[in-house]
């Protein structure tokens, strides 16, 4: 827990969130500026800042979680695209590690 971390604080209802999925470990909820018509946030529970940081356990959990919630929310069939922000280049605002999930329509060409 970190207490300046505002995902912290939605896992701990510190902050409200319109969460779709929680086990031990991770925390799926709605961005609350969806830039898709699905935009999801997949955190794991332990605060890390980003991939740099992350272990190969979090890591995949945050895929097996991912692929799941894909198919709980009917995106799996049409695509969808999985993302995360790794520092200051990439434009990562909070520094708390998480999956960025889009769907919903067809996604803007990739910038690479
Ligand atoms: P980043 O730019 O760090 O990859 O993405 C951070 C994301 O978190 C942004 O897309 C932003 O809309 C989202 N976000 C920031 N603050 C909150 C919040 O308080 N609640 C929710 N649900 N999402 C947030
Ligand atoms: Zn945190």
């Known amino acids: ?43 794991p529970k332990k605060h890390m800042r980003n991939v740099l940081e992350a272990d190969e356990e979090t890591i995949s959990k945050l895929f097996i979680v991912t692929n799941k919630i894909a198919k709980e929310q009917g995106i799996d069939k049409d695509g969808f695209r999985v993302l995360t922000n790794c520092g200051k280049n990439a434009g990562q605002t909070i520094d708390h590690l998480h999956f960025h999930i889009l769907a919903g329509t067809k996604l803007e060409e990739k910038m690479i």
């Open 1 to 43: 827990m970190d207490e300046n971390c505002i995902f912290c604080k939605i896992i701990n209802r510190e902050l409200p969130s319109s969460i779709v999925y929680e086990d031990e470990n991770v925390l799926v909820f709605k961005n609350i500026e969806p830039q898709a018509p699905i935009h999801l946030l997949v955190i």
